[in-house]
């Protein structure tokens, strides 16, 4: 009995020994790292201005050298706001790291035990020797464009998609001018031409804002979608200048024939684009699938300037709450964007995936409290 009593108490000792995550106080170090050269990421979290908030917040900044590159920033913008510009090995070094794409395994090894990471989602994930390396390293890790807001709002998500529907338009606009190798014509019609059709199919912010953008341009803009309530709503947000119209195959034929750009995203219910519809495209038609081209990279500033406010305040939230462990274990919204905590996968959909065990970070909480 007395053998049993000891190593019960053990156990649960050993059991409420903090981890390096429990233990992150509300001022840490915070490490930004750069996107992975032998990609097309282009995407940064944090501005100079943004980074020089969370220093005045009482956070050590600290940068990978040139990893504002992209967003052209140079090293000394980020000095000038308190930010330590340090190699990749002691960025990764910090108590939280922050990578727009999800790092690949060798750098997640250089990372402290126990430490936080947080970034965009990204087919990475899905590598199960990522994975098997955050849950080594007892890496806190989220995803921040599943991350929900108190009134459950994704807000990095919207972010993303908003530049990447705006941004789809431009890229038609650049493709239809003389400059860009097109016939030269404007998406906006003038007194005596019609403008530019634009068929967009899907569902979706991505799909909404591309909406707007483009008729913001003065294009002629239909959207389609198999889902009428979808459309009602696409109405509601875009305004009585969209056309609605339900997925049918003539129609379908007809739409694609005469439209000028073609924007596809994810319909309500399954979709895919008919193959027998290509010899009927016009020679000049600007085609882009949102699934497999995020216009965004094409303006990284932009998303590091929109982004960086959301990042501030996320990070005022951890400094509140008395630090990331804190912020975890309190916040509903947070707990949703995280993939792995305290050395357990927390995410299903990776977990099915990979054919791993994964565990419910609500439980897992209610557990340890």
Do not use: W
Request: charged share 20%.
């Amino acid at each position: 009995m007395t053998s049993d009593k000891t190593t019960t108490d053990f156990e649960i000792k050993t059991r409420l020994q903090p981890t390096a995550t429990d233990t992150l106080e509300p001022t840490f170090t915070l490490g930004l790292v750069a996107n992975y050269a032998d990609t097309d990421e282009t995407r940064f979290l944090l501005t100079p201005e943004g980074s020089g908030l969370l220093t005045s917040a009482g956070i050590k900044v600290i940068m990978e050298k040139g990893a504002a590159t992209d967003i052209s920033f140079p090293d000394s913008s980020y000095r000038e706001y308190g930010v330590n510009i340090v190699s990749r090995t002691e960025a990764l070094k910090a108590d939280v790291v922050l990578s727009y794409r999800p790092l690949h395994a060798h750098d997640i090894h250089k990372m402290k035990k126990g430490a936080a990471l947080f970034s965009m989602t990204g087919p990475g994930l899905f590598d199960i020797n990522v994975i098997k390396a955050l849950l080594d390293k007892e890496i806190a890790y989220g995803c921040l464009d599943n991350v929900v807001s108190h009134n459950d709002e994704p807000v990095f998500a919207n972010i993303i998609d908003e530049i990447d529907g705006r941004g789809a338009i431009i890229y038609a606009q650049e493709f239809l001018s003389y400059l860009g190798g097109g016939k030269g014509v404007l998406l906006a019609g003038v007194a005596g031409i019609n403008p530019c059709e634009v068929l967009i199919i899907g569902d979706g912010n991505t799909v909404y804002s591309a909406a707007k953008a483009a008729l913001s341009a003065g294009a002629y803009v239909t959207l389609m979608n198999n889902d009428i309530s979808a459309l009602q709503q696409a109405k509601r947000i875009c305004g009585e200048r969209l056309n609605t119209i339900a997925i049918h195959p003539r129609v379908l034929y007809n739409r694609v024939k005469s439209a000028d750009v073609i924007l596809l995203g994810e319909c309500t219910r399954p979709f895919e684009f008919p193959k027998n519809l290509s010899p009927v495209l016009k020679d000049s038609v600007y085609l882009l699938n949102f699934e497999e081209t995020h216009p965004s990279i094409s303006v990284p500033r932009t998303v590091a300037m929109a982004l960086s406010n959301v990042i501030v305040n996320f990070f005022d939230d951890v400094i509140i709450k008395g630090g990331v462990y804190h912020m975890i274990a309190s916040t509903p919204g947070v707990q949703a964007g995280m993939v792995t905590f305290r050395g357990k996968l927390v995410d299903k959909l990776i977990g099915s995936f990979l054919n791993m065990p994964s565990v419910d970070i609500k439980v897992m909480l209610a557990a340890t409290n």
